[in-house]
C-alpha cells in the first residue's frame, strides 16, 4: 500500500500549485502500481490524487480501471462515469466502462459504449476485441465475425487475433475454418500454445487424430501444466484406442483442474467402455454437480 497524507486536514493545507504538484505524481506512481498489477496500492494513490485535485479526469479513469479489474464492477462504473462527465470523448474510459457493464451482463449498455468509443477510436484493436466478446455474449455470432475479421485486417501478424477468430469458428463448429485460422496463428508464432491447442482439438472434431496428437504432444510439451491440452489429448488417445494412456491424461487433468466438467464426462464414458461403471458413476455424479449443483 502507498504512503501518503493521511490526515484530511494536512491535504487542505496544501497550497494549491503543491497539491497539483502531488497529484500528478500520485497518478504517476498509481500507473506503475497498475502496471504491476498492484491495483490497491493504485486505488490508495489514486483516491488521495482525486481528493487534491477532483476535476482530473484521468484519475478517475485509471482508479475505474482499478476496480475493474479486482472485479469491483459497480465501483468501477462510478469512477468511469465521472471520468465521461469530465471528458465526454476518452474511448478509453468508455471501452472501460463498456467492459465494465459486460462483465455484470449488462450487455446492451455496453455495446452502446464500445460502439461510441469505436466513432472516436475505429482502429482501436482492445474494444474491438471486446465487442466481439459481447456480441458473442448476446449470441450474435456472425457479426462477432464481423468484428473479427476487422481486427485481423487492421494487423495480420498478430497469432492472437487469429486464435480469437479460430476459437469462435470453433464455438459455431466450423471446425475447418478454426483450422485455418489457428494455423495463420501457428504461421505467426510457431509455438502459441493455446493455438497449437485449440488446433488439436478442432483436428480431433474431424477425426484427424494423428495431427491432433501431434498439435496436442507439442503444446504440452511447451506447457506442462494446460489442463485443457491434457484432457484434448486423452480424448484424442482414447479414440484411438489407448484408453490406459487417455486415462493418464484425463487424470492430469483434472488433477490440474478439479473442476473441469467436461474432462469428468470424458473419463466417465471411457470407464463406462472399460465396464469400470462404479468409476463412471462416481465421474459423471461430479460432473453433473458441477454443471448442474445436483446433489
Do not use: C
Not at 484530511?8 to 493545507?13: N, P, V
Not at 462483465?103 to 464500445?114: H, K, Q, V
Not at 477510436?121 to 471486446?130: G, K, Q, V
Amino acid at each position: 500500500m502507498s504512503e501518503g497524507i493521511n490526515d484530511q486536514s494536512e491535504l487542505t493545507e496544501l497550497s494549491e500549485a503543491a497539491a497539483q504538484s502531488r497529484a500528478s505524481v500520485l497518478r504517476s506512481r498509481a500507473e506503475s502500481y497498475i502496471a504491476l498489477s498492484r491495483h490497491e496500492a493504485a486505488i490508495a494513490d489514486l483516491t488521495e490524487s482525486i481528493t487534491l485535485v477532483p476535476d482530473n479526469a484521468r484519475a478517475w479513469r485509471l482508479r475505474g480501471e482499478s476496480h475493474r479489474v479486482i472485479e469491483r464492477y459497480e465501483a468501477a462504473l462510478a469512477d468511469f462515469d465521472e471520468s465521461l462527465r469530465l471528458e465526454p470523448d476518452s474511448a478509453y474510459a468508455l471501452g472501460s466502462r463498456g467492459q465494465a457493464y459486460a462483465a455484470l451482463g449488462r450487455l446492451e449498455e455496453a455495446m452502446d459504449d464500445f460502439d461510441h468509443a469505436l466513432t472516436l477510436a475505429p482502429e482501436s484493436l482492445w474494444i474491438l476485441e471486446a465487442k466481439a466478446d459481447a456480441l458473442v455474449d448476446l449470441d450474435r455470432l456472425d457479426e462477432a465475425l464481423d468484428e473479427h475479421a476487422k481486427i485481423i485486417a487492421l494487423n495480420e501478424e498478430l497469432a492472437y487475433s487469429w486464435v480469437a477468430r479460430g476459437d469462435l469458428y470453433q464455438r459455431m463448429h466450423l471446425y475447418s475454418e478454426a483450422i485455418a485460422d489457428y494455423t495463420r496463428a501457428l504461421e505467426a508464432d510457431p509455438d502459441h500454445v493455446r493455438a497449437l491447442s485449440r488446433r488439436g482439438e478442432a483436428l480431433r472434431m474431424t477425426d484427424r487424430y494423428q495431427e491432433a496428437l501431434a498439435d496436442l504432444n507439442r503444446a504440452v510439451e511447451l506447457d506442462p501444466d494446460n489442463d485443457r491440452a491434457f484432457g484434448s489429448r486423452g480424448a484424442v488417445l482414447s479414440e484411438m484406442g489407448d484408453n490406459e494412456a487417455a486415462l493418464r491424461d484425463l487424470d492430469r487433468a483434472i488433477e490440474l483442474d478439479p473442476e473441469y466438467i467436461w474432462a469428468y464426462r470424458v473419463r466417465g464414458e471411457i470407464f463406462q467402455e472399460m465396464e469400470r461403471h462404479e468409476e463412471a458413476v462416481s465421474d459423471f455424479t461430479l460432473a453433473l454437480r458441477l454443471e448442474f449443483g445436483d446433489d
